[in-house]
């Protein structure tokens, strides 16, 4: 059974850090719309299917992507 991923600040963070916006706020990189606190953009993703959007969908994909990534990086240098 899939585990229920849950999307922290730092998840938003670290996936904003890669889309850099000249506005102030914060871009949800998965509909490209603009959120004036973390709070409303984590709010956002957690209800966007009920806005018919699938940011959430795409921030847990997102998020176990890195998860993955991160295990192979692991695996990969054991000793380090």
């Known amino acids: 059974p899939r585990s229920r991923a849950s999307i922290t600040v730092q998840d938003i963070l670290t996936a904003s ?15 490209c719309r603009m959120f004036p606190t973390l709070w409303s953009i984590k709010t956002h993703i957690q ?8 940011c959430k969908v795409y921030y847990c994909r997102l998020k176990a992507l890195w998860e993955k ?7 990969a240098a054991p000793g380090v």
């Open 17 to 31: 850090q890669q889309h850099p916006v000249s506005q102030h706020g914060y871009q949800c990189v998965s509909c």
């Open 69 to 75: 990534e991160r295990m192979q990086r692991e695996a």
């Open 47 to 54: 209800n966007s299917s009920q806005e018919g959007y699938s």
